[in-house]
């Protein structure tokens, strides 16, 4: 079985097995917004700004099987 939960960064690396996660990369968000700000602030129609995806970050830990054993089995 594999456990896969959202971040928290003074628990999640500690914790045993240590819990493999997604993070919000909360510093791109704050270049995303400011960058959108920007943009509306020369042109407060809003008609040059777009949708942005900001990928989550994957922590990899030891709370997930591996992919390579389990196709060992089969």
Not at 1 to 21: C, D, G, K
Not at 29 to 46: D, I, M, N, Q
Not at 50 to 68: D, G, M, T
Request: avoid cysteine; charge should be neutral; aromatic fraction near 10%.
């Amino acid at each position: 079985y594999s456990v896969i939960t959202l971040e928290n960064r003074y628990f999640s690396p500690y914790h045993t097995p240590a819990l493999t996660t997604f993070e919000q990369d909360f510093a791109k968000l704050a270049e995303a917004a400011l960058a959108t700000a920007e943009l509306l602030r020369k042109s407060p129609s809003g008609s040059s700004v777009k949708n942005q995806k900001i990928p989550y970050i994957f922590h990899e830990r030891q709370s997930v099987a591996s992919l390579s054993s389990d196709r060992d089995r089969d």
